[in-house]
Structures are given as structure tokens and as C-alpha cells.
């Protein structure tokens, strides 16, 4: 979908196409609420069963921070990933809304643990959380 005229256009995207987008996994940023304002970070990710899956460190910022301390009740958040052609101008921006569950259980913790999610950052990253999508939208611009 060119414009006539040679200028950029943004499409919105379908559901569909967006998990196409992000179905091979790679580095998203995980974007919630923090008692000292919004913070987002990098995450590795995969996808898992149709959820987002990522690896992080027990007593970080996202244990502490996403952790309601009542037992089924889960903070939303939002995961997002893209891919940009600077020289191009070109790319696309899926965006994921929905619960962060951690993985607890130990029948849950054997059907993640041989999934392809290992986190760059060093140092341990024990705790798997996973993001059910309740809402996934994204966009594309093309020239």
C-alpha cells in the first residue's frame, strides 16, 4: 500500500498479522507501573501456547513491582516490539496489553523450562512470567 505520491503510510495492523510480526521471538520491552513512576525495560522473549514468555531476576524491579501479593489477581502491562529501517524510513510496532502472570506452579514451570528464552543480561533469571494478551494492536509505516 504505496502512497501516489512517494510519502510514508501508516496501516494499522490485524491481530493476526501482528503475532506473525513477533512470532519468532527476540527483544521487546515490558512496560508497567512502579509506586515511582512508569518504567519499561528489554526483555528476551518467545512466544509460548499464544502468551508472551520472558525470563527475569527474583527481587528485581519486575518481581517486586508486578507482584499484587493477592494470589490471581495480576497487574496489566504492556509489552511492546518493533522493527525499523532508519535508512528506509520503514517499520513496524506491534504493542501487547494484558495480565503478567507469574509462572509458579510446578506443572507450569516444566512446560516453560525447555522453552528457547535466554535472557543477554548475566546473572540469574529464575523467574518466568508470562503475558496473557487481552489486547494486541500494531502499526506499520511503509514509503
Not at 43 to 52: A, E, I, K, L, R
Not at 81 to 101: C, F, P, T, Y
Amino acid at each position: 500500500m504505496n502512497d501516489p505520491d512517494g510519502r510514508p503510510v501508516l496501516e494499522d495492523l490485524a491481530a493476526e498479522e501482528c503475532l506473525k510480526l513477533i512470532s519468532d521471538g527476540g527483544i521487546g520491552r515490558v512496560g508497567f507501573a512502579t509506586p515511582s513512576g512508569p518504567m519499561v525495560l528489554p526483555v528476551n522473549y518467545t512466544m509460548h501456547d499464544g502468551t508472551v514468555l520472558f525470563r527475569t531476576a527474583f527481587g528485581g524491579p519486575m518481581d517486586q513491582d508486578l507482584s499484587t501479593g493477592v494470589p490471581g489477581v495480576e497487574f496489566k502491562i504492556a509489552f511492546e516490539v518493533d522493527s525499523l529501517d532508519a535508512a528506509a524510513r520503514e517499520g513496524w510496532s506491534v504493542l501487547v496489553q494484558g495480565a503478567a502472570h507469574r509462572v509458579t506452579s510446578e506443572e507450569e514451570l516444566a512446560a516453560v523450562q525447555g522453552t528457547p528464552v535466554e535472557p543477554w543480561a548475566g546473572g540469574e533469571r529464575r523467574l518466568y512470567i508470562r503475558v496473557t494478551p487481552t489486547q494486541i494492536t500494531g502499526r506499520r509505516i511503509t514509503r
